[in-house]
């Protein structure tokens, strides 16, 4: 591992300042189970639109639903994990894009034009 990548995974909390793993924390939830909490944000029809005797707020595993707020923050906490291209990769990879864009349509309207001509001339006599 180098010294990128272990300063990278200090930014997110994964690894402390000695280079040993981050301890994970508890879900401020609590009580989610094995899970981890994650799928427990089905809507109310994920359940295929069958009949049952369910408890309301519960999901079809059983589980409670995700308020909200845990909603969000499991989104904030997973978006910062993210590994975000820095500004000189984007407008590299946005450049690549565009050239490989404006090639492609000069060859697609190349062809079309083309084989647009050469039907002209096969059936115009």
């Known amino acids: 591992m180098n010294r990128e990548t272990k300063r990278m995974m ?3 909390g994964q690894m402390e300042a000695d280079g040993s793993p981050a301890t994970r ?7 989610q189970g094995a899970g981890g909490g994650r799928g427990g944000t089905r809507t109310a029809g994920a359940g ?3 009949g049952g005797a369910r408890s309301p707020g519960r999901g079809p595993s059983g589980r409670k639903r995700t308020t909200p707020v845990q909603f969000t923050r499991e989104v904030r ?3 910062r994990q993210v590994a975000w291209p820095s500004r000189g990769e984007l407008i590299n990879y946005t450049s690549v894009v565009v050239t ?3 090639i492609m349509i000069s060859l697609i309207f190349v062809l079309n ?5 050469l039907i002209t001339l096969l059936f115009s006599k």
């Open 77 to 79: 906490d997973e978006m």
């Open 48 to 50: 295929g639109g069958r």
């Open 25 to 31: 924390r508890a879900p401020a939830g609590g009580g």
């Open 100 to 102: 490989t864009l404006v």
């Open 10 to 12: 200090q930014r997110q």
């Open 113 to 117: 034009l083309g084989f647009g001509k």
